[in-house]
Every structure is written in structure tokens, then in C-alpha cells.
């Protein structure tokens, strides 16, 4: 039988330091409490847990917890994730997080049942369920952040594959000989499209180019290392020659990975969420016309290209989404 009373958790955590985040909500996943600490760096899996922990007994203070107890705790964690084991396989830009038991650890110390995923598959599953596909039968999402994540739902359900390794679109291979990956290949999107990927580019190519280095000391007061991938959207609509090739470049390799999966998968939705999304129509727009060069005419017709709802909160609200799923 089905609790009707008592709360979840949420927690995000992410290698890079600026997303630990925890939150209490009820079961209709609405959030009542939560708390965001950024971390500059991360040296070990004993500095984050602690943090956790701290951030665990604010959240958890009795003064919160009037009407019943926490029932499940989901974690949206920023790197692969053995889904079916509960296991970090890794954390990004972290260390000691390898095969790191998270589930089974969270569980004992806070003697509540946990589950843990990837948090493009968090962030795919709230935006579903509470966000931009609601009632979607199948949906991908497309995290487009520092790096590229992805997470496909299927009725409902976060689809893993084998080894929880479905939806790792960030490594599609989309160009011969590209550029590196964070995984040590080349040519994959997330060397291509990603945010940190988009701004190195734009910085590497600009030296040659003054006029486009003037411009972009100008939008960043001087801080040239600061530019963001709006910025960018902003200079190639201002007509800068070498965001215009830029943006048209990443276009294009996204355009390419995501008309692969249309094919493979057939989605009636794809999300856009993660930074780069947040420019919105620029970005979208002409992704949605070059997919329909690109797709079989019944693969395209009913498929819908939009924006995240969710923004920057997706990942926590998906770690709250996937212990309310749990129960
Ligand atoms: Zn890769």
C-alpha cells in the first residue's frame, strides 16, 4: 500500500563542485526545503560526504519533518552511474568516486531506502514527469551543459539499456578526426557542443580574428575566458563572421547526432536542458529545421523539439522524481 504521508529527499551531486544540492519534498513532489552548497573543488569522496551530511541534517531538522517520516532518498549524480547496483562508476573532475557504492552507503547511514542514477537520466525523468513532456510516451533529453549528457523515457520509465549506459549521447561519434573528448575520443558531440567545448573554440579561433576579439573583450569587460555560449549566440546574431561559422558548426553536429537517434528511437519529444539550452528559440529553431532536412518525413512530422521547464533545478527535481518512482 502506498504511504500517504511523509517526504522524500533529493540530493544532487556533481564533480565540479558548483551543484550539491538537497531537498525535501512531498509526495506530490512539490519541494518544501532545500539547500544549495558549492564547493570550489572536490579533493576526495570524504570532503562531499560530509558535506552531504551537514546538508542532510538541516534539511532533516525535526521542524520540517511534522508529517511523518522520509520515506525514500534518489540521488542525481553527475557522472555514469550502474543503475542497477546503486554504484558511481565516476564522478566527473572528482576523485575517489570509482565503483563508489553511494546507494547502499546513503541507505545504512540514514537508514532509508536510496536510489541513485545519472542525472541526465534524473533530469530526462522530471522533465517528463513534471516539466516540459508531461505525458509523453517517448521522450529524450539532451543535457547541454559544460559537458553533454542524455536520458530517454520510455513510458514513463528512465530506459537504461544492459549497463545503464543508454543515453550517453555526449559520445556519439559525429565528426572523423575531431576534436578530444573528456573520454579520450575523438570527434564525439560533447567535444563539439558542449559548453566548454563552444567557448574554447570561440576563444581559439578569436586570436586570429581582432575585430572579433574586440568584440568579445567588449561583452565580457575584458574577460575574454568569461564569454558564455549566449554571448556567442549574441555575437553571430550581431553578424561576427566567426560565431556565425561557430554556431552553424555546432548546429550542424547536433543536428547530425540528434536525426541518428530520431532514427533509431522515433521520440514524439526532444528537451533541451542544461546551459546551452537556456538561449533558447536561437539555439532551437534552426535545430528543428535542420531535423526536418535531415529525418525521414514520419520520423520528424510529430516530433516536437522545445526547451526544458524544469532549468536549472532539473537535476534536483529529478533526484526528488526518482525516489518518488521508487516508493
Ligand atoms: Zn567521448
Known amino acids: 500500500m502506498l504511504a500517504t504521508q511523509g517526504y522524500v529527499v533529493g540530493i544532487e551531486i556533481s564533480g565540479s563542485g558548483t551543484r550539491q544540492s538537497v531537498a525535501l519534498a512531498d509526495l506530490d513532489g512539490n519541494i518544501l526545503y532545500q539547500l544549495r552548497r ?5 579533493p576526495d569522496t570524504t570532503t562531499l560526504l560530509q558535506l552531504l551530511e551537514a546538508m542532510l541534517g538541516e534539511v532533516l531538522d525535526p521542524e520540517h519533518l511534522r508529517d511523518g517520516r522520509v520515506l525514500r532518498v534518489g540521488v542525481a549524480v553527475g557522472g ?8 558511481v562508476r565516476t564522478l566527473y573532475h572528482a576523485h575517489g568516486w570509482d565503483n563508489f557504492p553511494l546507494q547502499d552507503y546513503l541507505a545504512e547511514r540514514l537508514n532509508v531506502p536510496c536510489i541513485i542514477d545519472n542525472n541526465a537520466n534524473a533530469a530526462a525523468l522530471a522533465e517528463v514527469l513534471y516539466g516540459a513532456g508531461i505525458g509523453e510516451r517517448v521522450a529524450l533529453y539532451v543535457g547541454l ?3 553533454i549528457g542524455g536520458g530517454l523515457i520510455v513510458n514513463g520509465r528512465i530506459y537504461h539499456g544492459v549497463t545503464s549506459t543508454a543515453g550517453e549521447i555526449g559520445h556519439l561519434l559525429v565528426m572523423q578526426n575531431g576534436p578530444k573528448c573528456s573520454c579520450g575520443g ?3 558531440l560533447e567535444a563539439i557542443a558542449s559548453a566548454q567545448a563552444i567557448v ?3 576563444i581559439g579561433r578569436a586570436v586570429e580574428h581582432p575585430a572579433t576579439l574586440a568584440a568579445i573583450q567588449r561583452l565580457t569587460e575584458g574577460r575574454a575566458e568569461r564569454i558564455t555560449v549566449g554571448q556567442i549566440f549574441q ?9 556565425r561559422c561557430l554556431i552553424d558548426e555546432v548546429l550542424t553536429y547536433l543536428a547530425f547526432a540528434l536525426a541518428n537517434i530520431v532514427h533509431l528511437v522515433n ?3 526532444i528537451i533541451l536542458g542544461g546551459s546551452v539550452a537556456l538561449v533558447g528559440e536561437p539555439l532551437i529553431a534552426p535545430l528543428r529545421e535542420r531535423l526536418r532536412a535531415l529525418c525521414l518525413p514520419a520520423a520528424s512530422q510529430h516530433l516536437r523539439i522545445v526547451q526544458g521547464k524544469l532549468g536549472p533545478q532539473a537535476s534536483l527535481v529529478g533526484a526528488v522524481t526518482l525516489a518518488l518512482q521508487d516508493l
Open 186 to 188: 575523438y570527434g564525439h
Open 80 to 87: 555514469p552511474v550502474d543503475a542497477s547496483q546503486g554504484i
Open 145 to 147: 551543459g559544460r559537458g
Open 267 to 269: 521520440p514524439g519529444m
Open 200 to 202: 574554447r573554440t570561440m
Open 38 to 42: 558549492p564547493l570550489e573543488y572536490i
Open 235 to 243: 555575437l553571430a546574431a550581431e553578424g561576427d563572421e566567426v560565431a
